[in-house]
Nanobody
């Protein structure tokens, strides 16, 4: 029914930048929030950033000042601008969508981000 299409991952050197995109398609209700989790090998998945329907944003402390989340409601798309990337940012980044008033989260397939010299 609902699909999330992620793009923008890749390999960058430390200090570089990437911009992730996630577009929602299909029949969905009103969106409450969209955002990103990430998971490094051997690590738990963690919330990185989220933006709500009223444009409230959150970023985890480790990326504050470096990552910026934004959205385009008309396109049902969320973006994650990642600057000053560090090796510890390496991992699979998963887009998620939470509909308003519905106890279901939708997930993308994940996109690999690798920060390495």
């Amino acid at each position: 029914q609902l699909q999330l299409a992620e793009s923008g991952g890749g390999l960058v050197q430390p200090g570089g930048s990437l911009r992730l995109s996630c577009a929602a398609s299909g029949s969905i209700s009103v969106i409450y929030a969209m955002g990103w989790h990430r998971q490094a090998p051997g690590k738990q998945r963690e919330l990185v950033a989220t933006v709500t329907s009223n444009d409230m944003t959150y970023t985890v402390d480790s990326v504050k000042g470096r990552f910026t989340i934004s959205r385009d409601n008309a396109k049902r798309t969320v973006y994650l601008q990642m600057n000053s990337l560090k090796p510890e940012d390496t991992g699979v980044y998963y887009c998620y969508l939470r509909p308003l008033g519905i106890s279901i989260d939708y997930w993308g397939q994940g996109t690999q981000v690798t920060v390495s010299s």
